[in-house]
């Protein structure tokens, strides 16, 4: 999210011209989406290999699809195409199939808990606020690309996954090790 001149993407649009609602898309659940995808540029500039919308969907090119899908990790993931505005290149709408309840409280710098005076009552108890987040690997099985519950903003991949998108010179991914 820091590369200069990088494109940012609107928000999704389903094949009725409904708005994909980000939510959905990061309770770690299967949806089903009636196509054909669109995006916008919320910003035109250089596309990137692996982005997000301002609401933290991830969209990939064809590439990191080709990457990811014969490491095993269809049990953990769905892709969408999608059209994104002003290209030809194929793209993918990428929905986590995982949320997993692994963030290690006491090693990260600074937890903050979701109280009914933040508003947000069906959310009372998930995270606010995490700084320097750790995760406790034990309580991760086998999950390869996930997010973690409560901070579902994130995404975090296996160190399998982080070599292989590395190694491929894919642009647009930051890795911090948690």
């Known amino acids: 999210m820091r590369i200069l001149d990088r494109w940012t993407l609107g928000d999704p649009m389903d094949g009725n011209g409904q708005e994909l609602w980000h939510g959905h898309l990061t309770e770690g659940t299967p949806i089903s989406v009636q196509g054909p995808v669109r995006i916008g540029l919320y910003a035109p500039g250089r596309p990137l290999d ?40 194929p793209y993918y709408l990428l929905n986590l199939l995982r949320v997993v309840r692994c963030i290690d409280d006491a090693r990260c710098e600074e937890v903050a808990y979701r109280t009914v005076e933040d508003g947000y009552e069906d959310r009372i108890g998930e995270y606010r606020n995490v700084v320097g987040m750790r995760i406790d690997p034990s309580k991760v099985g086998d999950a390869e690309i996930f997010r973690p519950w409560g901070w579902q903003t994130n995404i975090i991949v296996s160190e399998r996954v982080k070599r292989a998108m590395e190694e491929s010179g894919m642009t647009g991914a930051r890795f911090t090790e948690v």
């Open 50 to 89: 692996f982005s997000t919308t301002a609401l933290g969907v991830p969209i990939i090119h064809g590439k990191v699809k080709k990457l990811l899908e014969p490491r095993g990790l269809s049990s953990q993931m769905q892709l969408f195409p999608i059209i994104v505005e002003g290209q030809a290149e």
